[in-house]
Structures are given as C-alpha cells and as structure tokens.
C-alpha cells in the first residue's frame, strides 16, 4: 500500500501568515492527491482534489501544487477560521485510498 | 441538498457487532461510490474500504479484511458497515463519504464505543 508522510505534524502561526504543509508518497502518484480540513467535532472537508482543483466554494487563499511523490497544500494568508487540522489522500491506488497522518495548525 | 445521513450512536461489548446506516440525499445514488473512514479519539483519519453503489463492488482494507461488511441497498438509497467482533480499539467516530475519486460530501458521524 502506498504510505503518506506529512511534515510538520504541527505548527503554530498568526493570521496573516503564509502556511505551507508537505505531503509525500511512498511512491509516485500522479496527481492524484487531496487536501481536507477538519475542525475539532466535525467531519473533513475537501479543500482540493487532482492535486490543485479547487473544491467549489473554497477560499482561493488555499492552493495546491505537486505532483508524483511531492505535494504541497499553502494557505496564502492565514484566517482564524483556518485553524484545524489538515490530511492529504492519495487516490492513485483508487478504490483503494491512505490518508497522510495530518498537520495540525494552531494559533500563535 | 445533496447529503448523508448516518444513524445515531451506538455502545456495544467487544465481541459484538455493529451495523452503521448512511442515507443519502439529493444526487443519483448510483452514479458514485460510498467510502466508510472512522477516526479513533484524537487520532487522525483511517479509510476503511469502498463500495461501488451501482454494482455492489467492494474493497477493504487489509487489516478490516473478514471482519467488515459494506452493503447498499439502491430502493432507499442507503449504504451500511457491519463491523463485527468488536474490540475495544474499533471505538471511534466512523464516516461515510461520496466517492468520486475524492471525497467531497461527508456524512456528520456515528460514534461507537466498545466497552464491557
């Protein structure tokens, strides 16, 4: 099964800042890679799929980019609704999916 | 809109089973498949296998593999997961999700807890 890793696993940072999270896969996958969030109590929300579509109804602060074993999701300029935890997933191996084991973002 | 909608929460003792329903709402039920994830306490998300709603194909995962069940049923537009013999560490919040590649419409969670 192909295996996710996601660095930091946690970070800290202030509204306003620009926050980068990396994903990467035991092997290539394309540009099969999601992006959700998830706030405390409440089920994920897709943020982006095929590695950098914009889910409908996403802030365009949020972006993804890479492709192969290398995926990174930026938030442009940190809200304090952004505060939560985010997982990537791989798709490549579909219906087969691996979440990555999540970054958690918190308030400075 | 479309949605799912997952049954209430349930306490059952190791050993026993469970059977989570999930109704969706608002799309052709047919035309995607239904994932099942759950989500231990404070720990992160787990995919637990796939079911094509339009043919009934499914995938588990490995470790889940002889223990889970996933069904649809196309006349009310329902998917199930029948976990049996439960073991205190399949307390969790367990999902339902659209599949169409990515998961883009969640249902709001059931949670399980094991316990003698």
């Known amino acids: 099964d192909i295996q996710l890793t996601q660095s930091p696993s946690f970070l800290s940072a202030s509204v306003g800042d620009r926050v980068t999270i990396t994903c990467r896969a035991s092997?290539?996958?394309?540009?099969?890679l999601a992006w959700y969030q998830q706030k405390p109590g409440k089920a994920p929300k897709l943020l982006i799929y095929a590695a950098s579509t914009l889910q409908s109804g996403v802030p365009s602060r949020f972006s993804g980019s890479g492709s192969g074993t290398e995926f990174t999701l930026t938030i442009s300029s940190l809200q304090p609704e952004d505060f939560a935890t985010y997982y990537c997933?791989?798709?490549?191996?579909?219906?087969?999916?691996?979440f990555g084991p999540g970054t958690k973002v918190d308030i400075k | 809109q479309v949605q799912l909608v997952q049954s209430g929460a349930e306490v059952k003792k190791p050993g026993a089973s469970v059977k989570v329903s999930c109704k969706a709402s608002?799309?052709?039920?047919?035309?995607?498949?239904i994932s099942w994830v759950r989500q231990a306490p404070g720990q992160g998300l787990e995919w637990m296998g796939w079911i094509s709603a339009y043919n009934g194909n499914t995938n588990y995962a490995q470790k889940l593999q002889g223990r889970v069940t996933m069904t649809t049923d196309t006349s009310t537009s329902t998917a199930y997961m029948e976990l049996r013999s439960l073991r205190s560490d399949d307390t969790a919040v367990y999902y339902c999700?659209?599949?169409?590649?990515?998961?883009?419409?969640w249902g709001q969670g059931t949670m399980v807890t094991v316990s003698s």
């Open positions: 608002g799309y052709t039920f047919t035309s995607y498949g």
């Open positions: 092997q290539g996958i394309s540009s099969y």
């Open positions: 999700a659209r599949s169409f590649g990515a998961f883009d419409i």
């Open positions: 997933q791989q798709l490549n191996s579909y219906p087969r999916f691996t």
